[in-house]
């Protein structure tokens, strides 16, 4: 008799697949054409994010990707500079779609280990008026920091980041595609991680595992610029209600159940921190995001990765001897004891077989 195993997916929060909930109020939308402003589900998510995040308006767009690029957009014209880190999602993973379409240039600052930027580096990297410089318009922050492990940004330090920002003229805008996340992890309402934000882009697709969205929220001068430049990028989408439905069973729902994912990304990595060959401050683990190094020598990131793979655990290399695990709803405290015997095993054993491609490595 052959068993077959559930596959337990660490590679993101991205894979996780709408609830029957989500499914039903799908099936029983109410929709119209959201580019004439007739979808009464878009609108409703609209309304209700915007209040979350105490903000005038919002808009709903088909990607994080596309949120955060309108808002660039909406911010700078061409020329103009974004201040960002340079381990930010909008810097290393959007194909650079703010200089490619939009002519901004990015001027990056080292990302800390926690996620934030240093504040004194953002100051003297605000440039003054001269013949020789671009404008710089835009500070961008990211909350969770993803490629920082999934940290959090207090709201102090985005109080003063938003404080330094308007005192030199610029705007702050949030990549917050895991607000959520931070909110459950600090405790606090959403809207206050963004109370000195201009704009922020917050993501319905990622552990909340609506099948499809993100909402950016803002000011109503913001929003008028927002919405043309969704429309011009592609995203104006019709009866997108649909899909909006789904989000607003995920804002019901799926929040405060993000608790669970933390607890169980600490499961792992406290299990990970255990095993010699592997890597990982425990302690830095505060929402459902984890990077990990293998130092076994002879083994890789890639192999590791290979070999827990062949064992039904998927969990992405992302650098040469670094994975990231990403805990999400799929996953139960009972999956991460698998995935630590999984590891261990390969550890153990080693491998030899082949490599997929295609990794995020910065
Ligand atoms: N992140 C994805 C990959 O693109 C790396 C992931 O698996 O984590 N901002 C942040 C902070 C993100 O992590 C992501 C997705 C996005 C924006 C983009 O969202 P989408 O995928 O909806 O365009």
Known sequence: MTTTHRVIDLRSDTVTKPTPAMRLAMAEAEVGDDVYGEDPTVLKLEQRVAALM????????????????????????????????????????????????????????????????????????????????????????????????????????????????????????????????????????????????????????????????????????FMRKARRMRKQVGGGMRQAGILAAACLVALDQMVDRLAEDHANARLLASGLALLPGIVIDPEAVETNILYFDVVQPGLTGAALSAGLAARGVLINPTAPQQLRAVTNYHIGAADIETVLGAVEDVLNTGYSGALSTGHLYR
Not at 64 to 82: K, Q, Y
Not at 115 to 130: F, K
Not at 194 to 215: N, Y
Request: proline share 4%; hydrophobic share 40%; glycine share 14%.
């Open 54 to 221: 105490g903000m005038e308006a919002a808009v709903y767009v088909p990607s994080g990707t596309m949120g955060n690029l309108i808002a660039v957009l909406s911010h700078c014209g061409r020329g103009d500079e974004m201040i960002l880190g340079d381990r930010a999602h909008i810097f290393l993973y959007e194909q650079g779609g703010s200089a490619a379409l939009g002519g901004v240039h990015p001027h990056t600052l080292p990302n800390q280990l926690d996620g934030t930027l240093d504040l004194m580096q953002v100051e003297n990297a605000i440039r003054s008026e001269n013949v020789h410089y671009p404008v710089t318009r835009l500070l961008a922050l990211e909350n969770t920091h993803n490629r920082c492990g999934g940290r959090t940004l207090t709201v102090e330090y985005v109080d003063a980041a938003g404080a330094l920002a308007h005192d030199n003229g610029l705007k702050l805008h949030i990549d917050g595609a895991r607000l959520w996340n931070a909110a459950v992890a600090l405790g606090l309402p959403p809207g206050r991680l963004v109370a000195a934000a201009d704009s922020v882009s917050v993501c319905f697709s990622k552990g909340l595992g609506a099948p499809v969205g993100s909402v950016v929220a803002g000011s109503h001068e």
